[in-house]
C-alpha cells in the first residue's frame, strides 16, 4: 500500500507543483503525508457528498482540482461549509490534495485530456510558461564526464521535449593553482595546474535545481567545483496554459458546435458569431480561459473553446474564430477520470476511483 506522500510524489512529477500559477494553492490541503493511503478519491471539486463517499468508502485520500482554500484562512469557523467539510475530513484522517493549475500547465493534464476527448491531433501548449528552465554550464576531467553527465541526466537534466540526455561537450585546458589548505584532484599545491576538461552544458527545469546541484557536487571530483547557472528566455512547448491541435477531418461550424455539445454533456455552449466556414485548427483551454482569447487567434485557429467568458469577450475574436463557452465543469469533467487513470497505471493494485458525484454547482433551465 503506498503512503499519501508515494502519491503526492508520484503526481508532482507528472504536473510539478513548481507549475502553478502564482495565486495558486495547490498541494496538500490538509492530511498526513506519512500514513498509508487506504484509497483515493479524484473530483473536481471537494463537495460534502465526495467527502462522505470517501467516508463510506474508508478512503483516506481525496484528490481535487479545484483547492478548497485558495486564500488565507484566518478562522477555522464551521459554519462556512468548506470549512466545516475540512474539519470533517480531518476527524475522519482524509487528507486532501489539490491540483489545480500545475495540472493545467501540463500538456498531459487537463487541456491535454479535453484535446483528446475532442479528438485533437498534433496536439501542443497554446501558451508557453517563461522562465522554466535554465543552463547549467561545468567543467570538469574530460575522463570523467560521462559519469557527471550521466548522474546530471538521473537528477534530469538534459531533457527538452520528447529527446533525453541532452547536452553540448567542448574539450579544452582547464587551470588552476591550488593554495595552502586545498586538497586538489590534479596537481600540487602552489603549482599551476593545466588540466584537461571538457566544458559541459545542460539545460534543467528550475524547480529541479537542488537536485541538480547536489548530484553536481556529490560526482564531481574537484573538491571545489567551477560551474554557471544561466537563465534562459526560450520557451517549451510542454509546459503551459492551453493547447492548440487540428482535427482529423474538417467540419463546418455548427457541426463542431455539435459535436462539443455530445462530448462535453454541456447542457447549452454560448457562442459568438464567425465568418469561419470550416473548423480545423482548434485551440482549447479547460476553465476559465478568457486571457487566452489573443493567442488562440494568434494561432490562426479557426475556433477557441474554453468556459466562463464575460459579454465582452465575446466581440474579441471580430467573427474571425469560433468561440465557444461549453461550461467550467464540462470543460474540466475529464480531470477525474485523467487523475484515476494515471494513479492505476502507476500503481496497479491501489483503489482510486472517480468520484461518483457530478459537482458541477451550475444547472441550465431550458
Ligand atoms: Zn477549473
Not at 476527448?117 to 570523467?144: E, M, Y
Amino acid at each position: 500500500m503506498p503512503t499519501i506522500g508515494e502519491i503526492i510524489n508520484f503526481l508532482e512529477t507528472t504536473a510539478p507543483l513548481a507549475l502553478q500559477e502564482s495565486y495558486d494553492n495547490a498541494g496538500l490541503v490538509c492530511g498526513d503525508k506519512h500514513q498509508p493511503c487506504t484509497g483515493a478519491i479524484a473530483s473536481l471539486d471537494f463537495t460534502k457528498e465526495v467527502l462522505e463517499e470517501a467516508i463510506q468508502k474508508k478512503f483516506n485520500l481525496i484528490i481535487v482540482h479545484h483547492p478548497p482554500i485558495f486564500k488565507g484562512l484566518k478562522k477555522l469557523d464551521t459554519t462556512d461549509p468548506i470549512t466545516s467539510q475540512l474539519i470533517k475530513a480531518i476527524q475522519h484522517n482524509i487528507a486532501v490534495y489539490a491540483i489545480h493549475t500545475n495540472l493545467d500547465n501540463v500538456i498531459g493534464g487537463v487541456n491535454g485530456e479535453m484535446a483528446k476527448r475532442i479528438g485533437l491531433i498534433n496536439v501542443q501548449v497554446l501558451s508557453p510558461l517563461q522562465g522554466t528552465h535554465q543552463k547549467l554550464v561545468t567543467f570538469v576531467p574530460t575522463d570523467h564526464e560521462e559519469k557527471l553527465s550521466n548522474a546530471l541526466y538521473a537528477a534530469g537534466a538534459g531533457s527538452i521535449g520528447n529527446y533525453k540526455e541532452c547536452s553540448f561537450k567542448t574539450e579544452g585546458i582547464g587551470t588552476f593553482l591550488p593554495l595552502e589548505g586545498s586538497n586538489p584532484f590534479l596537481g600540487k599545491v602552489g603549482e599551476r595546474e593545466n588540466a584537461k576538461e571538457t566544458r559541459l552544458e545542460m539545460i534543467f527545469p528550475v524547480h529541479l535545481q537542488g537536485h541538480i546541484i547536489a548530484a553536481l557536487h556529490n560526482h564531481h571530483p574537484y573538491e571545489t567545483v567551477a560551474y554557471d547557472i544561466l537563465p534562459l528566455n526560450n520557451t517549451f512547448r510542454e509546459w503551459g496554459a492551453g493547447a492548440v491541435g487540428e482535427l482529423p477531418h474538417e467540419m463546418s461550424p455548427n457541426e463542431f458546435l455539435q459535436h462539443l455539445k455530445k462530448t462535453f454533456e454541456t447542457g447549452i455552449i454560448r457562442h459568438n458569431l464567425c465568418q469561419v466556414k470550416k473548423i480545423k485548427k482548434v485551440s482549447i483551454c479547460g476553465g476559465a480561459g478568457k486571457s487566452l482569447i489573443n493567442n488562440a487567434l494568434m494561432t490562426n485557429s479557426d475556433a477557441y473553446v474554453t468556459s466562463d467568458l464575460g459579454y465582452h469577450d465575446f466581440f474579441q475574436p471580430a467573427g474571425k474564430m469560433l468561440l465557444a463557452d461549453i461550461g467550467h465543469f464540462e470543460s474540466e469533467q475529464f480531470t477525474s477520470d485523467l487523475l484515476a487513470a494515471i494513479l492505476k497505471e502507476k500503481f496497479p493494485t491501489f483503489a482510486v476511483l472517480k468520484s461518483a458525484h457530478k459537482t458541477n454547482p451550475v444547472n441550465y433551465f431550458l
